[in-house]
């Protein structure tokens, strides 16, 4: 049977092998590491999360958090492992990023099915099938590659990630343990609180502080869900406190109110060991990370594990340059997967992965065509899908939103706007799992989820009482 190539050992090159391969597939995996790294990269397993922790919101009524519980009953080996090794989190799903890395390397190697090998692609392989899963940061050459396979210029925006602290180093007197609106775990998250002086203060250092330039012949384009601190800060002195720092929901005990605006920091393994700090990517210079982080109360004599930095982030514009099954356009057998496909987000990347490694390894083993393996649009999993093949002037990668969805055709009614709102996405979660149910028998998946993966793990969640935390990056 034929072998497919899947290059990149990120979280969409290891969920589409691992659906190829779970379906009678062969699959080879190349990956660049150990040999060489990009320079947001620190280990050498797979599937090595380099920007955060957390994959975003639990609850059925976010968006996401239904996602992965579609992605759970699928039967994806992403989801399987980050339940594993989870981590508490409040209302967001976090995992403990090295046992995450240790246990994803460890599943694809055990599989009779999957073979890795170590070295760097440089331009597209002539193997087919071959998917392209390298994820944001693809290498020069093999983007130049691609650019001139789709005929235009690849396009690429910047990603800023968040550094990781010492807890050790954190001065417990000056801070207090909380989720937002007491969900979820108690202690979950540690809230540096400020006051209105010290965020003012901290607010003008942060527009002071000296940045890592770009190079002459870079424009900068960030995204807009990802955006560094400073940036933030440079857009008005009350966005920080309206974004990442704001206060709502998270009372000091000291005080019995909310502060003027707080720093949330993250566990970032089950020890507790080192925080993430939350929102707080940045492309400040190091020296300057310390001296301006240091001002925020608790962090007086913080410890840096990482600092945070900048990377590139290169995509295709996908409804353009993509055919539905996700393979480059005059070049059949092609395929991208994951962020370079179009998609944003370590959920959304697996998912795209899941989806193409179950569609193409129905292709291969079974002659299904691709359209009969495509999830029905009222899913979450369908409505990421649809984003990937609707054209756009401006298109952007994008995390899931309900917005992507098919409208109802009814209305909830309620009593006030917040309530209405949860109750509307209650009822998008309930019609999507429920569409989703015949195309898992359709595609094999509720059979491999049982016997591969274990059943889904489908956890009581109440919808939010009040607003989220700030997305984490």
């Known amino acids: 049977m034929t072998e497919v190539l899947v290059v990149g050992g990120g979280l969409a090159g290891c969920e589409c092998a691992f659906q190829l391969a779970e379906r009678g597939v062969d699959v080879c995996i190349v990956e660049q590491k150990p040999g060489k790294r990009t320079p947001a990269q620190i280990g050498d397993g797979l599937a090595e999360l380099v920007c955060s922790n957390s994959f975003r919101g ?11 519980e579609e992605m759970r009953r699928a039967g994806s080996l992403v989801m399987a492992v980050g339940d594993e090794v989870r981590v508490p989190a409040g209302g967001a799903f976090a995992v403990d990023r090295e046992l995450f890395s240790k246990a994803m390397t460890a599943r694809i190697a055990a599989h009779p099915r999957i073979r890795v090998e170590a070295r760097e692609v440089t331009e597209i392989p002539t193997e087919r099938p071959v998917v392209i899963a390298t994820g944001p940061l693809t290498g020069d050459a093999l983007a130049a590659s691609i650019a001139a ?5 690849h396009l690429a925006y910047y990603d800023a990630i968040a550094p990781i602290v010492s807890a050790a180093s954190l001065d417990e007197s000056k801070v207090f343990r909380a989720s937002r609106y007491d969900k979820g775990n108690d202690d979950a998250y540690v809230n540096c609180p400020l006051d209105k002086v010290q965020y003012t203060a ?4 942060l527009r002071a502080a000296e940045k890592v330039a770009p190079r002459e012949f870079e424009k900068v384009k960030y995204f807009e869900g990802c955006l560094p601190v400073e940036v933030m800060a440079e857009r008005g002195e009350r966005t920080l406190a309206f974004g990442p720092m704001k206060p709502v929901g998270l009372t ?9 605006a707080v720093v949330q920091l993250r566990p970032e393994d089950e020890d507790r060991t080192a925080f993430n700090m939350v929102g707080f990517q940045t492309r400040m210079k190091w020296p300057e990370q ?6 925020i109360p608790g962090l007086e004599n913080v410890e840096i ?10 995509f295709v514009e996908a409804p353009r340059v993509l055919e539905d099954d996700l393979s480059i356009r005059g070049a059949p057998g092609v395929h991208l997967a994951g962020q370079v496909a179009g998609v944003e987000g370590y959920v959304e990347s697996a998912a795209c992965g899941l989806l193409l490694g179950i569609a193409l390894g129905r292709s291969i083993a079974e002659g299904a065509s691709f359209a009969d393996s495509l999830p029905p649009r009222p899913s979450a999993l369908g409505s990421l899908w649809s984003h990937l093949r609707t054209p756009s002037d401006r298109y952007q990668p994008s995390n899931v939103m309900f917005s992507m969805f098919p409208s109802l055709e009814v209305q909830v009614k309620a009593k006030n706007k917040g309530l209405h709102k949860r109750a ?3 009822v998008l979660a309930e019609r999507a799992l429920e569409a989703l149910e015949p195309w898992l028998t359709a595609v094999g998946a509720t059979k491999l989820a049982t016997a591969r993966v274990g059943q889904a793990r489908v956890e009581d969640e109440a919808p939010e009482a009040g607003p989220t935390p700030p997305p984490a990056m």
């Open 58 to 68: 639990a609850a059925l009524t976010n968006a996401v958090g239904l996602l992965k």
């Open 149 to 153: 396979l789709v005929g235009t210029d």
């Open 202 to 205: 901290f607010v003008e250092a």
């Open 252 to 260: 000091d005990p000291r005080t019995g109110r909310w502060p003027y």
């Open 290 to 295: 310390k001296r301006v982080f240091s001002m």
């Open 305 to 314: 594990l990482r600092y945070g930095s900048v990377h590139r982030n290169t």
């Open 424 to 426: 509307r996405y209650a």
